[in-house]
Nanobody
Framework: QAQLVESGGGLVQPGGSLRLSCAASGSIFSINAMGWYRQAPGRQRELVTSITSGGGINYADSVKGRFTISRDNAKNTVYLQMNNLKPEDTAVYYC??????????????WGQGTQVTVSS
């Protein structure tokens, strides 16, 4: 089994920055794609950005040019640098990882979520 632990959320003013981290731990053989999703009140969870094990990246149009995803494979950690934050970025942010546990078993894991609030 594995688990994802997130950190870095909080309250920030519009135009400010935050950095989220998500560390995977447990019986991990390898990690395929990792990503960040968010869910605002009354809305469905949506993909913000993802990164493959080879470094391929995609972003939602709403965050292009403002958010940057990166990963440290040695630490099994993915990061989300969020700049020029807007009130509409307010949501609970969830880390996601597709983890190979060995013996042909691949499982999708989610973090517990971290609140990001953008408000003056």
């Amino acid at each position: 089994q594995a688990q994802l632990v997130e950190s870095g959320g909080g309250l920030v003013q519009p135009g400010g920055s935050l950095r989220l981290s998500c560390a995977a731990s447990g019986s991990i053989f390898s990690i395929n794609a990792m990503g960040w999703y968010r869910q605002a009140p009354g809305r469905q969870r949506e993909l913000v950005t993802s990164i493959t094990s080879g470094g391929g990246i995609n972003y939602a149009d709403s965050v292009k040019g403002r958010f940057t995803i990166s990963r440290d494979n040695a630490k099994n950690t993915v990061y989300l640098q969020m700049n020029n934050l807007k009130p509409e970025d307010t949501a609970v942010y969830y880390c996601n990882a597709d983890i190979y546990l060995g013996r042909g078993v691949t499982t999708d894991y989610w973090g517990q979520g971290t609140q990001v609030t953008v408000s003056s």
